[in-house]
């Protein structure tokens, strides 16, 4: 029912105006319910059937304090419309972005204030296809500080050398199993470097999870498993 009454909104033009995340309710939600509805919201996206919100209003409603449900790590590709792909307004979720959606200490940061200091439920390291920073990675660019940034992403190259076929940026088969391995690794560092994270999720109060985004499709494939 709800959803029919986006839709009809959306036809009229008004925009649908939605009210922003109060303590109590980021407080009731699991880290479960929350990768819902991430999924739900991808779903919408892949459909073409993104919610059409007010943003006038929601930048008023979220004035007075921000109760995210979530913080996504994703890489600087313009073609990753983060808020867009998991069909989210205002408000809703915390996004750090760097080439290659590693982290260093100033994203753990990020991800601590996000979720221990803000309450959000949910960490989701963002890779994607055809990525230039890994790619760059598989072709050992070195070119002022970008020689340094892609260093970080050279691990994922090492836990990838058992892959049978050509190693190049040119095999996307081989681009795949580094970007999943770069998201891997990163959830590792994660909870290595941030006991905070760590003590959070095992507890139960938060996840870290990852996440590869298909550009062809729009569809987030979750990677659930233990990194």
């Excluded at 470097?193 to 139960?204: A, C, F, N, Q």
Aim: net charge negative; hydrophobic share 40%.
């Amino acid at each position: 029912m709800a959803e029919k009454k986006n839709i009809i909104i959306n036809i009229e033009g008004e925009g649908l105006v939605e009210d922003v995340l109060t303590k109590e309710e980021q407080d009731s939600l699991t880290p479960d319910a929350v990768i819902q509805l991430l999924r739900e919201g991808n779903q919408r996206f892949v459909r073409g059937a993104i919610t059409l919100r007010n943003h006038k209003e929601q930048v008023r409603k979220a004035v007075q304090g921000q109760y995210p449900k979530a913080i996504i790590l994703s890489c600087i590709d313009s073609r990753v419309p983060v808020e867009d792909v998991f069909d989210r307004g205002i408000g809703d979720m915390f996004v750090a972005r760097v080439a290659g959606n590693f982290v260093n200490e100033d994203i753990l940061g990020s991800m601590e204030f996000a979720c221990h200091v803000a309450g959000s439920k949910l960490v989701v390291v963002l890779g994607h296809e055809h990525c230039g920073a890994i790619k760059s990675a598989i072709d050992q660019v070195e070119i002022g500080n970008i020689t340094r940034m892609l260093a970080k992403i050279k691990p994922a190259l090492d836990l990838s050398a058992d892959f049978e076929g050509e190693k190049t940026s040119t095999n996307e088969t081989f681009v795949h199993k580094v970007t999943e391995n770069n998201v891997r690794l990163t959830i590792r560092q994660i909870r290595k470097e941030s006991p905070i994270l760590k003590t959070m999720e095992e507890e139960g109060r938060i996840r870290i999870i990852g996440g590869l985004y298909d550009m062809d499709t729009g569809q987030v494939d979750f990677l659930e498993e233990p990194a």
